[in-house]
């Protein structure tokens, strides 16, 4: 049951970011988040038997499973960085990088010699007594361990120099997922020197550390970097209805700058009949652009417009700017 919720909680945060895909030039999020829901998704029991049996039926899936949640931490730590620090992101990048080729290569080298000849649901607690089946589990999660620290502590340090709020509180409670993320791995640390030196009171300890660790990592995670596309997709529907309400009093103005026989570059309204379909930021753009333009060539042009108007234009200005910035 566990199993399945992590799995839909990945799941679930892949949809979120694909809601915001349209806004976002970097996708390293995104791929990161499908690799490590895949990963995730094939410790369901049901799903790894099947997977297994493809391959088979030896636990050789257990090793793709582990390189995507590898793989899926090292891009979604480098498009948190980046996001966050993107000079502290070029600084690491050599480093995990170089980091993440090692680890994956003593990964395929250790599983290697693991004796694990039939499928299980439960492969460490099956064969985790055995030392290359805990140098397989030390070397990935030491190494995730290490990239889940420097993300967290870069998360937390510049949070507060988001761009807005949904992104200032995604970034926290990514830091304190990342968190949860290090003491997730402490405690499979404690498993699998527990199991290898046949400490089981120890490990029975540390394995009912781990079930909640885990899970609320992977929550925390979750619904950290989901807050920010969702935030800004709700942001978003609300400052263009704004927008579509002020287009008609936009276009009153307009109407008046324009009256006064300005130059305005020759160009269409930006609504006029047979003009080029465009939705409303860009039509309301275009417009504040045009005004803004005429009213600096001929500032008497300001006196045919209330107050209200100027408010107007001033508020619509800063609409379009909170657009673009959570874009």
């Known amino acids: 049951m566990m199993q399945l919720i992590v799995a839909l909680a990945l799941w679930g945060l892949v949809s979120a970011l694909v809601v915001g895909t349209r806004r976002r030039t970097d996708q390293s999020i995104l791929y990161a988040a499908i690799m490590i829901a895949l990963s995730l ?11 297994d049996g493809l391959l088979g039926g030896r636990n050789y899936a257990d090793l793709p499973a582990n390189l995507l949640l590898l793989l899926g931490i090292y891009f979604l730590s480098r498009a948190i960085l980046r996001a966050s620090s ?18 994956a290569g003593l990964m395929v080298t250790t599983f290697i010699f693991i004796d694990a000849p039939t499928t299980s649901g439960t492969f460490m607690q099956d064969f985790g007594n055995q030392p290359a089946a805990a140098a397989y589990s030390l070397i990935q999660f030491i190494y995730l361990g290490i990239v889940m620290a420097l993300t967290g502590m870069i998360c937390l340090r510049f949070a507060a120099r988001m761009s807005t709020p949904a992104r200032r509180l995604g970034f ?15 405690s499979v640390v404690g498993m699998d020197l527990a199991h290898v030196f046949g400490a089981m009171s120890l490990l029975a300890l540390f394995a009912s550390a781990y079930d909640v660790l885990n899970l609320t990592a992977i929550l925390l995670l979750c ?46 309204h930006p609504n006029a009949p047979g003009s080029v379909s465009r939705d409303v930021d860009t039509v309301v753009h275009r417009m504040l652009v045009e005004i803004r333009d005429a009213l600096l060539l001929n500032p008497t042009a300001r006196d045919r ?9 001033t508020a619509t200005e800063t609409r379009i700017g909170a657009q673009r910035t959570s874009a």
């Open 86 to 103: 993107p000079s502290r992101a070029n600084a690491s990048a050599r480093p995990f990088r170089i980091g993440a080729i090692i680890t």
């Open 305 to 313: 417009l209330s107050d209200e108007d100027l408010a107007l234009l």
């Open 223 to 268: 619904f950290g970097l989901s807050l920010p596309p969702i935030l800004g997709g709700v942001s978003t529907r609300f400052n263009r209805r704004k927008l579509e309400a002020a287009l008609p009093d936009l276009t009153r103005i307009w109407v008046d700058v324009s009256a006064q026989h300005l130059e305005l570059g020759g160009v269409a």
């Open 172 to 186: 926290r409670i990514v830091g304190a997922g990342c968190g949860a993320a290090v003491l997730t791995v402490l």
């Open 41 to 51: 998704t094939l410790n369901i029991d049901a799903v790894y038997f099947a997977a």
